[in-house]
């Protein structure tokens, strides 16, 4: 049976559920083939759902972060395509917004790093840094994993002098896509195993290279939930029903982040990054688990102040316990709007705004609030703790400062 062949009628039961919308206003509009908009007492199909919120709060129009930024989660290759004119635009909304440095993690290697090195640093040299990326497939066929290069028995040796060498020309760090565990096939046709031995020496590597490995595990807590009615964010997945990892096919989320941990207790001398929050912004309980028992483990925020705002007072008092060890992120670059949302998440007190300018929101049918972190946390996750960790942002922080003084 395909696997969403049920959708339709997971529509019909949650226009029905959700909404209280009575049987035969429904049978009436699918017969008369009326839209689902709720317009003059039509029946309302969930995903056109646009509820406006009455409530009456202060508001704080932030446009700009409060101190420097180091964005440590960007994608300029995938979400700019190496155009030109967008690095332009998006250099003049970092300007605006006090972003001093952004993180690109879609530097790859050999070539294409360099390529996209020629990209970012040609015209701004101080304003971006790279992360490389792991290259299991090589010369092999997309569609046959057993010719890809990581089958090979010497894969890690070559991978970390593949490293060494991104390193002298600029690499920050490596970055670690959410494939690795739940897209890359092994030889059998299984998923490629986060905590493989076969691999060890690449994460060795790292550390001794000082270069910080930014990993994506797994996903938000329903992508590996039944899409039903008691799924949190049936809405977003209704529309992209390729984002679930639901079921037998796949890996459990708990499986994934337990390799993942793992890796990062057999490398105490590597400096694990846990992209999204460690993928687990629902329960800060559990990562702050991980970073008592790993003191090797950092997190940043990327696409989950979503989940961050909406339990402020967990995650203010989060925040100010662990303000050593939380970078900062967006995963952009993205509108300037969504960006001042990340302000005011961190900065204000203000209540119940949104996270982001799309409608709907991306990442479930919610507003958020602010946790207002103090001066020093706040510099701490906008770039100090970066400059602690990642080569190169401490003298490339420098410049910026520098140089908005001078201006």
Same mark, same amino acid.
């Given at each position: ?6 959708? @339709? ?100 290697? =050999? ?9 970012? %640093? ?13 290259? %299991? ?5 997309? *569609? ?28 920050? =760090? ?13 030889? *059998? ?5 986060? *905590? ?15 270069? @910080? ?56 001398? &590597? ?18 688990? %991980? ?22 007072? &967990? ?11 939380? #970078?900062?992120? &967006? ?11 990340? %302000? ?16 709907? @929101?991306?990442?479930? #049918? ?8 103090? *001066? ?14 990642? @080569? ?16």
């Amino acid at each position: 049976m395909p696997r969403f062949s049920l959708l @339709p009628f997971a529509l019909f039961i949650a226009q029905l559920l959700l909404l209280g919308m009575p049987y035969s206003l429904l049978a009436q509009a699918e017969t008369t083939d009326e839209p689902l908009d709720g317009e003059n007492g039509r029946p309302l199909a969930i995903g056109e759902f646009r509820p406006k919120a009455t409530l009456k709060v202060h508001q704080t129009k932030l446009t700009r972060a409060k101190f420097p930024v180091v964005d440590d989660h960007t994608h300029f290759r995938y979400r700019l395509r190496h155009s030109p004119e967008q690095l332009d635009d998006f250099v003049g909304v970092m300007d605006r917004n006090n972003i001093a440095i952004c993180v690109s993690l879609d530097g790859r290697l =050999g070539a294409e790093f360099d390529e996209h090195a020629k990209y970012l %640093w040609t015209k701004y040299p101080d304003r971006f840094l790279i992360y490389a990326n792991v290259d %299991w497939q090589g010369s092999g066929d997309p *569609d046959k994993p057993e010719t890809w290069a990581c089958q090979r028995p010497d894969f890690g040796r070559r991978m970390a002098l593949e490293l060494a060498e991104v390193k002298k020309k600029g690499a920050s =760090g490596l970055k670690l896509f959410k494939q690795f565990g739940l897209g890359y096939k092994d030889a *059998d046709g299984s998923f490629l195993k986060i *905590d493989d031995p076969r691999w060890d020496p690449i994460w060795k590597a790292c550390g001794e290279l000082g270069l @910080p490995v930014i990993i994506h595990t797994a996903d938000p807590v329903a992508f590996f939930q039944p899409i039903d009615k008691k799924n949190e964010r049936w809405e977003e997945l209704s529309r992209h029903p390729d984002w679930s990892f639901y079921g037998e096919e796949f890996p459990s989320r708990e499986e994934l982040l337990a390799a993942r941990n793992r890796v990062i207790e057999r490398h105490p001398e &590597t400096t694990f990054i846990g992209a999204h929050f460690a993928n687990n912004s629902e329960d800060l309980a559990q990562v702050s688990e %991980w970073l008592e028992k790993y003191p090797n483990l950092y997190i940043e925020p990327a696409s989950r102040i979503s989940e961050l705002g909406r339990q402020p007072y &967990t995650a203010r008092e989060f925040f100010l316990k662990y303000q050593d060890r939380i #970078l900062f992120g &967006t995963d952009g670059p993205w509108p300037e709007q969504r960006l001042h949302y990340y %302000w005011r998440f961190l900065e204000t007190f203000d209540e119940y705004f949104p996270y982001s300018e799309k409608v709907p @929101p991306p990442q479930g #049918l919610w507003y958020i609030y602010g946790i207002k972190l103090p *001066d020093d946390v706040l510099q701490k996750i906008y770039h100090g703790n970066a400059a602690k960790i990642i @080569p190169g942002v401490e003298e490339k922080l420098k410049n910026y400062v520098a140089k908005q003084k001078a201006e």
